[in-house]
């Protein structure tokens, strides 16, 4: 893993849109996945982040500004894991959550690869948002939020109904994948809302690593796991990167950082002046 800045070009986006298209590729150089579904080329570009900058306005401070980042930029490409690193409070969550389209931005564009798309997060309208994180974005948050007295089997198995995929297979690749992360069979059919926090992280990362999606955003996804299931997360990482899945996160776990993270980036140097 080589830790170093990483900022992306100062171009128009006419030429990020040409980056992120695919061009050029052959039917070999795709990366098959289980089930048949498909992901981009390895390496092709997936992601493009270019001069982001965010203040959060503090209302009920009178409107105190609070910046956070000022002209971000980076690239992310298909089959690599890249690290937003910095120490608490340097934006890292904040950047992770603008990519998703939870924070809206200052200034700046999110370029997603959508197909033969381009989406720009950043402007995108809500509805165009929602199609490209059914099917092209998926994100691992901290914390699981579900609908109560839902099983912990149902919860995992949604994404895959929600593509399509009849209800009984989805829900047996959903305890394939809760198997694999060593949630007992006896929590399967409860709601997770009675589990601990470390049953409560795997049923949240087998539903976010279920469904394919070419681009996958983490946070702190091993932050209540013990060393065993650590190990289990990463060999589902290292699956997807094969998979050609592009995946951008946060890692403060360094065992877990060094194992599955190509590159780092200092998010520090993005911090906007206060």
Not at 172 to 182: C, D, E, I, K
Request: aromatic content about 4%; overall charge neutral; some cysteine.
């Amino acid at each position: 893993m080589s830790t170093h800045q990483d900022m992306a070009g100062a171009s128009p986006h006419p030429g990020l849109q040409a980056d992120l298209s695919p061009m050029g590729r052959s039917e070999s150089d795709t990366l098959p996945l289980p089930h048949g579904e498909r992901v981009g080329v390895r390496g092709t570009p997936l992601l493009k982040v270019e001069n982001l900058s965010k203040t959060f306005i503090l209302h009920l401070r009178d409107g105190a500004r609070l910046p956070v980042v000022d002209g971000a930029g980076f690239a992310l490409n298909a089959g690599e894991c890249v690290a937003l690193g910095g120490p608490s409070g340097a934006g890292k969550s904040s950047l992770l959550k603008m990519v998703y389209g939870n924070y809206r931005v200052d200034a700046g564009a999110i370029l997603v690869s959508d197909g033969d798309e381009t989406v720009d997060v950043a402007a995108a309208e809500p509805r165009r948002l929602m199609r490209l994180r059914a099917t092209t974005m998926g994100y691992v948050s901290q914390f699981l939020r579900v609908i109560p007295r839902v099983s912990a089997l149902d919860v995992v198995a949604e994404p895959l109904v929600g593509d399509g995929v009849a209800r009984e297979e989805a829900r047996a690749r959903a305890g394939h994948l809760l198997a694999r992360l060593n949630l007992p069979e006896r929590l399967w059919a409860l709601p997770p809302a009675t589990f601990s926090g470390g049953e409560q992280q795997r049923v949240n990362i087998a539903r976010g690593l279920i469904a394919h999606r070419p681009l996958l955003l983490m946070d702190e996804p091993t932050a209540s796991l013990d060393a065993a299931n650590r190990a289990v997360v990463i060999a589902l990482i290292e699956e997807k990167k094969r998979a050609g899945v592009g995946i951008l996160g946060i890692f403060h776990d360094a065992e877990v950082r060094d194992a599955v993270c190509d590159r780092v980036i200092d998010v520090t140097q993005f911090a906007a002046a206060a």
